[in-house]
């Protein structure tokens, strides 16, 4: 799955039952790629939500480039590398990706399960990221990411338009201070939507 850029804060997506304490704050809006982010309970580890409006592509277009894993380490940013371990249909996955840590903070991997589910109309489309620390035995040079889970929301608001929402919370795991972690939240989904967008357009 994409995603993956999937650095500290790339690991990071919402459960959809996690309670939250705070409302959503605007933290960085440029070049059409808004970063939201906010607390969460009991975590000292913030959430982000991004959103882009990609014109000129197709719901499947986004798709086909979220769900190209095999791609993440050039695609998106952090990404060292990823691959598929279990195909599940065309838009649905369990994928392996390792994530790039600035030193002297480990690196980091993780396992998610990927689900992809369509409305009725055919113009929305829910990516379901769940983490699956447990399904791949855990390497020594990675510090294995066990609590994140988020997703990627797609929805045609216009012929050929797309928007699209990135959320995600997790806890980075290992021995990481909860304000760097939070330092790269904006940034990392930034580089990630707006890639995102230049390789749909592209396509």
């Not at 919402?14 to 933290?27: A, E, P, Q, Y």
């Not at 699956?132 to 035995?137: L, P, S």
Request: include cysteine.
């Amino acid at each position: 799955m994409l995603f993956i850029r999937i650095l500290l804060a790339n690991f990071i997506l919402i459960g959809l039952n996690t309670s939250v304490n705070t409302d959503w704050k605007l933290r960085k809006e440029e070049s059409g790629v808004k970063i939201f982010t906010r607390n969460i309970a009991g975590s000292p580890f913030e959430e982000f939500r991004g959103v882009v409006i990609i014109p000129k592509t197709t719901l499947t277009g986004v798709l086909d480039v979220i769900m190209d894993v095999k791609n993440y380490p050039v695609n998106f940013p952090n990404c060292g590398s990823a691959k598929v371990l279990e195909q599940r249909g065309k838009y649905s996955d369990i994928h392996y990706i390792t994530i790039k840590a600035p030193w002297p903070v480990a690196d980091r991997d993780a396992i998610y399960e990927a689900t992809t589910t369509f409305s009725e109309d055919g113009k929305r489309a829910q990516i379901k990221l769940i983490p699956r620390g447990d399904y791949k035995a855990e390497y020594k040079e990675f510090v294995r990411v066990h609590n994140g889970t988020g997703f990627w929301d797609l929805e045609e608001i216009a012929p050929n338009t797309i928007q699209v929402v990135y959320q995600f919370h997790a806890d980075p795991a290992g021995e990481i201070p909860a304000w760097i972690a939070n330092s790269v939240i904006v940034i990392n989904p930034l580089k990630t939507l707006e890639s995102l967008r230049n390789l749909t357009t592209r396509n």
